[in-house]
């Protein structure tokens, strides 16, 4: 079993920025993928971006150029810097933690955090 930690949920004006962090704790492999999913009211969860130990980088076109992922490997910890947030960014944002074993893929999830772009 692996738990993942989330802080630096919010409340932000247009234009702004905010960090989140997730700790994961636990079984952890030494290859897996970290990472945020967002949901917002009446939306499907989407994939917002992911990390690979390794440092493979995926985004969603909506936030490329303006979110950046990151990872501390050795604190088990991913971030996901937000800049330029707009309205339409808010959401309950999920750190999501995957790995496999013998192509088994184990897929984690946090509590969620929530986002809120608003003047």
């Known amino acids: 079993q692996v738990q993942l930690v989330e802080s630096g949920g919010g409340l932000v004006q247009p234009g702004g920025s905010l960090r989140l962090s997730c700790a994961a704790s636990?079984?952890?492999?030494?290859?897996?993928?970290m990472g945020w999913y967002r949901q917002a009211p009446g939306k499907q969860r989407e994939l917002v971006a992911t990390?690979?130990?390794?440092?493979?980088?995926n985004y969603a076109d909506s936030v490329k150029g303006r979110f950046t992922i990151s990872r501390d490997n050795a604190k088990n910890t991913v971030y996901l810097k937000m800049n330029s947030l707009k309205p339409e960014d808010t959401a309950v944002y999920y750190c999501?933690?995957?790995?496999?074993?013998?192509?088994?893929?184990?897929?984690?999830w946090g509590q969620g955090t929530q986002v809120t772009v608003s003047s």
């Open positions: 999501h933690h995957r790995q496999e074993r013998y192509y088994v893929p184990y897929n984690y």
């Open positions: 636990g079984s952890i492999f030494s290859t897996n993928t």
């Open positions: 990390m690979t130990t390794g440092g493979a980088t």
